[in-house]
């Protein structure tokens, strides 16, 4: 569900957006276009996360032991007891037990 619906992508662009509209409103042409490519291609297999979403979330606490927000769904590497995440202009070190982000990058 949560790959399928490319709910991590859906995230980041509807963040990327928000940081246009507040810095610069609506009209930016980088907002508009947001709203007539990504948006746009992507709407129907978002909208099946409105669907997909609850029941996928309410199973995570029974597959995972934490979740956390971080801007980094392109790699991850375990090395012993850390989780390197890393993003398109991020990379994060995470606690594997807890989950506690230990630097950031």
Do not use: Y
């Amino acid at each position: 569900g949560f790959a399928k619906c490319n709910v991590a992508g859906k995230i980041l662009s509807e963040r990327k957006h928000a940081e246009i509209v507040e810095q610069s409103g609506e009209e930016d042409p980088r907002a508009r276009q947001m709203k007539n490519t990504t948006f746009k291609w992507n709407a129907e297999r978002w909208k099946e996360w409105d669907t997909l979403g609850p029941e996928v979330t309410a199973n995570l606490g029974k597959r995972g032991r934490w979740l956390i927000p971080l801007d980094a769904h392109e790699a991850m590497i375990l090395a012993g007891d850390t989780l390197f995440v890393g993003g398109e202009e991020s990379v994060h070190a995470v606690a594997a037990k807890t989950g506690r982000v230990l630097w950031s990058g």
